[in-house]
């Protein structure tokens, strides 16, 4: 099966699921390692996103990221108003 790159510019249509987390998967072990969230923060966003209505396939709706990606990057946070990565209670 061709692995067929994908870009920044490539429509849904143009790329499967799978590439898409593969590419995510790359952009993730390309970000050095100091700007990047530790496992254990990274998998505390990933369990916020996934009980929130704005996570759509992987995407958030609100900023229109992979939240896999975003949740990777340290100084990252999460673009609702509340901020649901940070906010108490
Ligand atoms: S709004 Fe925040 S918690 Fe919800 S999916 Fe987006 S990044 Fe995740």
Request: proline share 2%; aromatic share 6%; hydrophobic share 30%.
């Amino acid at each position: 099966m061709e692995n067929k790159k994908i870009c920044y510019k490539c429509l849904l249509e143009d790329f499967d699921e799978n590439a898409a987390l593969l590419t995510v998967r790359e952009m993730i072990n390309a970000m050095p390692a100091e700007n990047r969230a530790d496992e254990k923060e990274y998998r505390r966003r990933l369990d916020i996103c996934k009980n929130c209505d704005s996570l759509i396939s992987g995407t958030c709706v609100k900023c229109g990221c992979y939240v896999e990606l975003r949740a990777a990057g340290k100084n990252r946070s999460c673009p609702d108003i509340h901020d649901r990565w940070n906010r108490e209670g």
